[in-house]
């Protein structure tokens, strides 16, 4: 079974920190994508990467897919509480396959 | 240009009974996507549609569940005979294209809950 894996579960910060959330697999990903999801809504997309290494920023939010596009992160700069949310990462380990989805990493960020 | 719709947003079945999720996609968008989402479990894939077809029903269990996505109309997720264990959030998904970077636009679920 094609796994991914999201860690940390459940993060809760103050408002104005920093964190990172990770997504990783044991396979080779040929694209990566993530998502936000509010309680009682689907989720929507942040962003998607593709090439091994890149780097994409949403405002305060910075986006990296690993050389090896086994794994990718999710840094947020000074946290609010409007970033609290359900995030999720989907890959597809093959073209023409859907997207599979991590359990995602629950963030709750209080003022 | 309206988003994935979905109906009913909340949905009670009583045990043996039939549910029946409709989904209607983005305008324009032909590939369908059906996922099922339960507390700290994530989203798992159940089946993935384009038009008339059926093109990944990896997800699907063998029995009960069936979909389709007729020419004209919603997509419809079915489950027969409805068991306490289908009792989740299904989530709908449509894209303009069928490829693994397209970006999927979803609708806010159907929340079945079997009693």
């Known amino acids: 079974t094609q796994l991914l894996e999201q860690s940390p579960q459940f993060l809760s910060i103050q408002e104005g920190e920093n964190l990172t959330v990770y997504c990783n697999s044991s396979?080779?990903?040929?694209?990566l994508q993530w998502y936000r999801q509010e309680p009682g809504e689907g989720p929507v997309l942040l962003v998607t990467?593709?090439?091994?290494?890149e780097v994409k920023k949403l405002k305060r939010l910075t986006f990296q897919f690993g050389d090896a596009r086994k794994d990718s992160s999710l840094h947020i700069t000074a946290a609010q509480p409007g970033d609290t949310g359900l995030y999720l990462c989907?890959?597809?380990?093959?073209?023409?396959?859907?997207?599979?989805f991590g359990k995602g990493t629950t963030l709750s960020v209080s003022s | 240009n309206a988003g994935v719709m979905q109906n009913p947003r909340h949905l009670v079945r009583r045990r043996g009974q039939e549910a029946r999720l409709r989904c209607s996609p983005m305008?324009?968008?032909?590939?369908v996507y059906w996922y099922r989402q339960l507390p700290e479990e994530g989203l798992k894939f159940m089946v993935y549609?384009?038009?008339?077809?059926?093109?990944?029903e990896s997800g699907m269990p063998k029995e009960r569940f069936s979909a389709e996505f007729p020419k004209e109309g919603p997509s419809i997720l079915r489950i027969q005979q409805v068991v306490r264990g289908d009792s989740a959030a299904y989530f709908c998904?449509?894209?303009?294209?069928?490829?693994?970077?397209?970006?999927?636009?979803f609708g806010n679920g159907t929340r079945l809950t079997v009693t």
């Open positions: 396979s080779v990903f040929s694209s």
């Open positions: 549609l384009q038009k008339e077809n059926i093109i990944d």
């Open positions: 990467v593709v090439t091994g290494g």
């Open positions: 989907a890959g597809a380990y093959q073209a023409g396959t859907a997207l599979i």
């Open positions: 998904a449509s894209a303009e294209q069928g490829l693994e970077n397209s970006p999927l636009h």
């Open positions: 305008k324009g968008h032909s590939h």
